[in-house]
C-alpha cells in the first residue's frame, strides 16, 4: 500500500513535470524547459529510489510530503486586500487634481508647434520643461526614427504605420449624439449591460467591465491637438457621461516576446485599432438607442483608463504603471465608451498585485531607462503608487523607435494564460504565501533579465538588425 501510495504520488508530480516541459516549448522559454526537465529527471530518478531501494522510501516519501504541504498551504486563502476591493480610491491619501492633458509628454511633443501661440503660453506657464522638450521633439516625435532598433526594417515599419492608421480615421467620429426620433428606447440596467457587454466581446473585446465615472479621472483641460482643432487647446474638458464601459484587448504574447523590437509596437498599434473600432460602434450602438456616448480610444481621451478600468474590475495598477489584469496580466491595451445609459456597475478585484509587485521587482530592475521605481510607493497628486518616470521612458523609445515594451514582457502576469500559469495567478490572488513565494520562483524558473523571444517568421526583423 505504502509502495502503490508512493509511485502514484510521484506519477502526479512527473506528469506535471513533463506538462509544464511542454509548454516551456511551447513558449519557446528554454530556461523553463531546461528547469522543467530537470524537474523530470528528478520524477524518474525518484521513481526509481521507490521501486528499487525499499530503504530510502521514507526519504521519498518526506521529500513528496514536503511538495504536497507546501502545495496545499499556497492554497490556504488569506485576507483580501481592502483597498484593492474598493477600487482606484483605496489608494487616494489626499485630494487629487483632475490631470491636465496639456501635461502629458506625448501632448507636449506632438501638439505645441514651435513658435506657436499655444507653444508660447505653455512654456511661461511650465518653463522648466521646454528645453527637454525640445530636445525630444528633435529626435522626431514618441518612436523618434521608427523602427530604428531593427534598422528600419520596412516590411514591419509598414505594417506599424497600416495598425495606427484606423485610430486618426475614427477619431472625429467619438462623440455620437442619438437620432431626434424616437425618443430613448427605456432598458432595464440589468438587460442593457447583458446586451452591452456581450456585442463588446462579439465585437472582439476580451475583457469588458463597467463603473460608474470617479472625477478624479477625468481630464480638466485639452492639450492633444490631432485634427487641426487647435482652438481647443487648453479648453476646459466638461465631466464625461455618467457611466463607463471599460474594454481590454489582448496583446499576443508570441508578439510581446520580441519587446523592445517592431513585432511588440506593431501589437500595440493591432489593439489600439480594435479598440478605436470596438468602442466606436459601441458609442454609436447606444445612441442608436437613444442615450449620447463617446468613444475613448487612442485618438481621443476624455479620462485617464487605467484608474477607470481598476474601478471597472479589469485589474489592479502594477509597479510600472499598466493595468495588471486577471487573464492576460499588462497585455492588453485600452478603450472605453462613457455614456449615460443606465449599466450595472462591476466591483473591483483583488488579484495579489500590490503584494506581489511589492517583492517581485523584474520591471524595474529591467527597464533599459531606468523609469520604473525600485523603491517604495510614493503620493502623487494625492495617489499613494509606485511612480513612474514618463520623460525617461518616453526618451528611450525615441531611442530605439518602438513603444519599448520590455516591462510587459517580463511581468510574470503576462504569461499566456494557460494551465499552469492560470493556477499560479489563481493561487496568488488567494494566498499570502504564494504572493511571498511565487516572485522568486519566477526568477529561478524564467530568469530575473530580459532577452527578446523569438516571433513568428511574418513578423520577423532579424533582416533589418543585419542591415
Not at 523602427?147 to 467619438?174: C, V, W, Y
Request: hydrophobic share 45%.
Amino acid at each position: 500500500m505504502f509502495l502503490a501510495m508512493l509511485m502514484v504520488v510521484n506519477g502526479i508530480f512527473l506528469a506535471a513535470a513533463v506538462a509544464f516541459t511542454w509548454d516551456s516549448v511551447k513558449e519557446y522559454e528554454w530556461r523553463a524547459f531546461k528547469v522543467g526537465f530537470g524537474g523530470v529527471l528528478c520524477m524518474v530518478v525518484l521513481g526509481v529510489v521507490i521501486l528499487l531501494m525499499p530503504g530510502l522510501r521514507w526519504f521519498v516519501a518526506i521529500i513528496l510530503g514536503a511538495l504536497i504541504l507546501l502545495f496545499f498551504i499556497c492554497l490556504i486563502p488569506g485576507r483580501s486586500n481592502p483597498r484593492a476591493l474598493t477600487g482606484s480610491q483605496g489608494y487616494v491619501a489626499k485630494n487629487v487634481q483632475r490631470f491636465d492633458e496639456r501635461d502629458i509628454v506625448f501632448a507636449r511633443n506632438r501638439s505645441l508647434p514651435p513658435g506657436a501661440a499655444i507653444y508660447k503660453r505653455y512654456y511661461q506657464m511650465h518653463p522648466e520643461r521646454e528645453e527637454g522638450d525640445a530636445k525630444r521633439r528633435a529626435a522626431g516625435g514618441p518612436f523618434g526614427r521608427i523602427g530604428s532598433i531593427d534598422g528600419q526594417h520596412r516590411p514591419n515599419i509598414a505594417m506599424l504605420k497600416g495598425t495606427f492608421h484606423l485610430p486618426p480615421s475614427l477619431g472625429q467620429k467619438e462623440n455620437v449624439e442619438p437620432p431626434p426620433e424616437p425618443s430613448a428606447f427605456p432598458m432595464d440596467p440589468r438587460e442593457a449591460t447583458e446586451r452591452i457587454k456581450g456585442f463588446a466581446r462579439h465585437l472582439g473585446a476580451d475583457l469588458v467591465g463597467i463603473c460608474r465615472l470617479d472625477p478624479c479621472w477625468a481630464y480638466s483641460h485639452r492639450g492633444e491637438i490631432f485634427f487641426d482643432n487647435w482652438d481647443d487647446w487648453g479648453k476646459e474638458i466638461p465631466l464625461p457621461l455618467p457611466f463607463v464601459i471599460v474594454i481590454a484587448v489582448q496583446m499576443e504574447a508570441e508578439l510581446v516576446r520580441g519587446a523592445p523590437h517592431t513585432p511588440s509596437v506593431v501589437e500595440s498599434g493591432v489593439n489600439y485599432a480594435k479598440g478605436a473600432y470596438i468602442s466606436t460602434i459601441l458609442a454609436n450602438f447606444i445612441a442608436q438607442l437613444g442615450y449620447p456616448a463617446v468613444a475613448q480610444h487612442l485618438r481621443h481621451y476624455d479620462l485617464v483608463l487605467v484608474p477607470v478600468a481598476v474601478d471597472a474590475g479589469l485589474g489592479e495598477l502594477g509597479r510600472f504603471g499598466y493595468l495588471i489584469t486577471k487573464e492576460f496580466g499588462p497585455r492588453v491595451r485600452l478603450a472605453a465608451v462613457t455614456t449615460s445609459l443606465p449599466l450595472v456597475p462591476d466591483k473591483p478585484v483583488d488579484l495579489g498585485a500590490q503584494e506581489f509587485c511589492a517583492r517581485c521587482l523584474k520591471c524595474a530592475e529591467t527597464c533599459p531607462s531606468a523609469s520604473i521605481p525600485r523603491g517604495e510607493k510614493v503620493v502623487f497628486n494625492g495617489v499613494e503608487k509606485w511612480k513612474l518616470d514618463e520623460e525617461g521612458c518616453f526618451d528611450y523609445w525615441g531611442k530605439v523607435g518602438t513603444d519599448c515594451n520590455i516591462c510587459m514582457a517580463i511581468c510574470p502576469y503576462s504569461r499566456p494564460n494557460r494551465s499552469f500559469h492560470r493556477l499560479t495567478r489563481w493561487m496568488v490572488a488567494r494566498s499570502p504565501l504564494a504572493r511571498a513565494l511565487f516572485p522568486y520562483i519566477d526568477n529561478i524558473v524564467y530568469g530575473r533579465k530580459w532577452h527578446s523571444g523569438r516571433v513568428p517568421s511574418w513578423i520577423d526583423y532579424s533582416q533589418g538588425k543585419k542591415a
